[in-house]
């Protein structure tokens, strides 16, 4: 018999990364950028598995020596360049429930260069989509320093333009509609949904609010930094690595 709320949880890690080359396996705070997404993983109970999809032998044995699972290697059609995740994802799921003859009930995707999530979100943002039947999906967001809608601008023929039309509305900063930025701190969709949906930002979603302050994205040298010295200073506290910090 179908188990309920199994959740199946993901870590994209491709070997091919132009911006910072063997991000995924760099020191971050003493532990492999990888492998935060993967202790964070084993102290939250909602997870069910865990699984690294990688193209890459190298990351896997350090995904492994950090207790993560490693099923299958990623196909090169998958590990490309321009590879959405999304099709990423599916494969996974599809290998995984036809290894287990046994279906998921949703599906966690952990950016292995997010490493600022902690376990309450991923409670609360399950928490939430399970609240919520008609939604396929919950997405991890934070408040960025400025609004788009009152901050960003265009050039048009040498002169300003507002990048969205409805700011010239808004005679102060104060009174703007609150905007949210998608971090890739955390979605959790609807196993189903992932099994027949070909794109992901077409259906009802849900939105999960971390701070700022944790809403870290590592895609270069300058990020990695930053991200390295908020966690060394204890200005992002990672529970699994309470003590061990230097």
Known sequence: MKEKNRMLAVIPARGGSKGLPGKNIRSLAGLPLIAHSIA????????????????????????GR?????PFLRPAELARDGTPTWPVLRHAL??????????????????????????????????????????????GVSRPEFN??????????????????????YNRRQVVPVVYRINASLYIWRADFVRYARAWRQAPQLIYEIPEARALHIDDLYGFRVADMLIRHGLIKLPWLKGKVK
């Open 94 to 139: 599809r290998l995984v429930e036809e290894e287990e003859k046994n279906q998921y009930d949703y599906l966690l995707l952990l950016d292995a260069t997010s490493p600022g999530r902690l376990p309450e979100d991923i409670e609360g943002a399950l928490k939430k989509l399970r609240s919520r039947p008609e939604a396929v999906g919950i997405i």
């Open 66 to 70: 950090y207790g993560a699972e490693i």
């Open 148 to 169: 788009p809608i009152w901050h960003c601008v265009m050039e048009e023929n040498g002169w300003m333009k507002d990048l969205i039309d409805v700011a010239g509305k």
């Open 40 to 63: 964070l993983a084993k102290i939250c109970p909602q997870i069910t598995r865990l699984i690294v999809s990688t193209d890459n032998k190298k990351i896997a044995k350090v995904a």
